[in-house]
């Protein structure tokens, strides 16, 4: 199993400034995967990092407003750029088990609030 | 596309009730299919998998079949609790293909004593 720590659990941020949130897994592992949870809405994938490339994006996400670091294989952070109150979710950082995917590990998500 | 269709909720039972929560899935290929659980203030776990066709995964109680004829791997419990109360997420994997979990909405279940 994998123990995902994320940071910060919650934050109020002004439209217009940048946060950061950090995610520390407890063993080494490929890829690592950061989601957008809206409020009552499912989990949206919005890029996958691996370590020593540039993250991938899904459709609709852009680099410039979520810039992803992977600088090791136990680390990522996902900044959320220049905020709108329409960024305000649940940030989820997860990994897989293993390649088979038997099982996925989530942390405790990133409830980020843009006023 | 590769999606998954879950019905919404709030779900709302007694405790002992019956629950089922549908999940029905489109997926170009052989999916393997999983249910997640959000308790408030948590992340996500894995509640159950089932990777092939009439597989039964099972856990606290909870059973879902992968269903291939009906495309579908509805979550029932015999009686719920209390403690059972949370959001529950269905979600599909197409392995060696996308790679990617794509998850359903999610149906919140809440159990009143």
């Known amino acids: 199993s994998a123990v995902i720590s994320q940071k910060p659990s919650r934050d109020i941020c002004q439209r217009g400034t940048s946060l950061t949130i950090q995610c520390q897994v407890d063993?080494?592992?490929?890829?690592m995967f950061w989601y957008r949870q809206q409020p009552g809405q499912s989990l949206t994938l919005i890029a996958t990092?691996?370590?020593?490339?540039?993250?991938?994006?899904e459709s609709g996400f852009v680099i410039d407003k979520f810039p992803i670091s992977r600088p090791n294989l136990t680390f990522s952070t996902l900044t959320v750029s220049n905020m709108s109150p329409e960024d305000s979710s649940i940030y989820l950082c997860?990994?897989?088990?293993?390649?088979?995917?038997?099982?996925?590990?989530f942390g405790q998500g990133t409830r980020l609030t843009v006023v | 596309g590769n999606s998954v269709t879950q019905m919404e909720g709030p779900v709302t039972l007694s405790e002992e009730a019956f629950l089922t929560i549908n999940c029905t899935y489109t997926?170009?290929?052989?999916?393997?299919l999983f249910w997640y659980v959000q308790y408030p203030g948590e992340g996500l776990q894995l509640l159950l998998k089932?990777?092939?066709?009439?597989d039964k995964g099972s856990n606290k109680g909870f059973e879902a079949t992968y269903r291939k004829e009906t495309t579908s791997f509805h979550l029932e419990k015999g009686s719920v609790q209390v403690s059972d109360s949370a959001v529950y997420f269905c979600?599909?994997?197409?392995?060696?293909?996308?790679?990617?979990?794509?998850f359903g909405t999610g149906t919140r279940l809440q159990v009143f004593p």
């Open positions: 990092a691996n370590q020593g490339s540039e993250a991938t994006y």
């Open positions: 063993s080494q592992v490929t890829m």
């Open positions: 979600a599909l994997v197409l392995l060696y293909n996308t790679d990617k979990l794509i």
């Open positions: 089932a990777t092939k066709a009439d």
């Open positions: 997860s990994v897989e088990g293993d390649r088979e995917w038997t099982e996925a590990f």
């Open positions: 997926a170009t290929g052989y999916p393997s």
